[in-house]
């Protein structure tokens, strides 16, 4: 791993450094956007990056593999790590400053802190990775609270965690305005995600079938279907293309509440989790 004063960007590890850029630009009147990130940044990521530019003046990028958010036996040791990359992507979409911390200074020995969040995190990938939503909610919270940025941006691709940051924001009274930036897929309908480098050449060719199943679901609500003949032809449809299939559902938009009976009348969002081999893949898309 590189030196970070070696990176073609500012970068920093270091809490005060951090403080100190971010309150001076503050003085200055400039708006701070910040995009969290566990790195092995794609084109997905630089979208949220060029958001956050056209939403503020000033962007924090961070990369920070949580390992709070992975379970034992998850891939937090697989993860890739590419920051000598990452930080070229960064410079070259003019991020303002990238902060990598350590893990032992965002978790110091006798790290005692929870959150617990519910609302949207209820279901879906709480039911497959019930320490998830705590882990990810502790981590944007420390990081809020180290960047004190004016706006953050998370990616639609991760709808469920976009819900639950939104939300532990209003619950929490902090002034950030969270801002969710769309899904960027590859040209056959893939959504772009770090796990996608997972993918042996077959897996990729059929990861694609996710999202056509996801678009067959959401065209049959909206042509007035009800969801659940909907989601048992979704679900009939994955069962035969993924190895395994977590969940495929529809629910409201907003709350990720279940549905009620019948026809979808409100806005609302299908979601899915499956897996290819040791691949876990998610994705969702609007309804209407
Ligand atoms: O979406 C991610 O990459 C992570 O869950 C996040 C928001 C950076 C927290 O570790």
Redesign the pocket.
Known sequence: MSELSSLPLAATNDLSALRRTVADWKLKGLQVGFV???GALHEGHLSLIALAKEKADRVVA?I???P??FAPGEDFDAYPRTLDADAAKLAHAECDLLYAPVASDMYPDGFSARLSVEGPARGLETDFRPHFFG??AI??AK?FNRVQPDIAV??EK?YQ?FLV?RHMVRDLDLPINIIPGETLRERDGLALS?RNAYLSAQERSTATSLNEILAAFTADLEKGIDWETAQGKALAKAANVFDRVDYIEARCAETLSPLPAGPVLQPARVLAAVWLGKTRLIDNMPVG
């Open positions: 969290p990130t566990m961070s920070f593999v949580n709070a958010q882990g990810v981590v944007v990081l998370f990616g991760d965690q940051i770090s």
